[in-house]
Nanobody, 115 residues
Framework: QVHLVESGGGLVQAGGSLRLSCIAS????????MGWYRQAPEQQRELVAT???????NYADSVKGRFTISREYPKNTLYLQMNNLKPEDTAVYYC?????????WGQGTQVTVSS
């Protein structure tokens, strides 16, 4: 199983920036795609951004132009650069990795944006 550990969350004022990181560990797995998801209180978990092993990216409309997802090989480290943060970006952010028919989640990192 792939183990994921996120870091980089915190408290920031509106308009500020944060960079999230996710380190994937585990041997014998070929990770096909990775992504960031978020869950606000009393809300369902939603997609923020994904990136395939070919580098193709996909973003939620709400973060396009503000967030950038990237992946570092061969460390299998995933990043999310978040600029111009808004209070509505406040949520727990989760890293996800897909390998074959399996998927792993990290424990999440809290992002809080104050107005």
């Amino acid at each position: 199983q792939v183990h994921l550990v996120e870091s980089g969350g915190g408290l920031v004022q509106a308009g500020g920036s944060l960079r999230l990181s996710c380190i994937a560990s585990g041997s014998g797995f070929n990770i096909n795609a990775m992504g960031w998801y978020r869950q606000a209180p009393e809300q369902q978990r939603e997609l923020v951004a994904t990136i395939t092993d070919g580098g193709r990216t996909n973003y939620a409309d709400s973060v396009k132009g503000r967030f950038t997802i990237s992946r570092e090989y061969p460390k299998n480290t995933l990043y999310l650069q978040m600029n111009n943060l808004k209070p509505e970006d406040t949520a727990v952010y989760y890293c996800n990795a897909r390998y074959g028919i399996l998927s792993s989640w990290g424990q999440g990192t809290q992002v809080t944006v104050s107005s």
